[in-house]
């Protein structure tokens, strides 16, 4: 009698504890799973840093952009392309003072 009765209690208890462990699975794979909250925060800091580093980038094409404009020959500027020249090419204009330090 004792056994059939510790039967019936075990057949009503597994309905509640299966439903306790479908919920403790979905709740655990919502936090730590591919798609749960810490893999959202950390896809949000790689999206921060990535908009930093766009951010930096637009800065440099844009720096390059109008060191282009100036090389364009409707605004062409001949001090610009003369000194360009001189630091690319490692020279200087004979009246140019050149002043030579030591590291």
Not at 8 to 22: D, K, N, S
Request: proline share 2%.
């Amino acid at each position: 009698m004792a056994n059939t009765a510790i039967k019936r209690r075990a057949r009503h208890m597994i309905g509640p504890m299966l439903g306790c462990l479908l919920v403790a699975y979905f709740v655990y794979h919502s936090i730590q799973g591919d798609r749960g909250m810490l893999a959202w925060r950390q896809l949000d800091q790689l999206i921060t840093e990535a908009e930093v580093s766009r951010g930096s980038l637009d800065d440099r094409r844009e720096g390059l952009e109008r060191r282009v404009r100036m090389l364009r020959s409707e605004s062409l500027d001949a001090d610009m392309v003369e000194e360009q020249g001189r630091r690319l090419l490692n020279f200087s204009h004979p009246d140019d003072v050149v002043l030579l330090l030591s590291k």
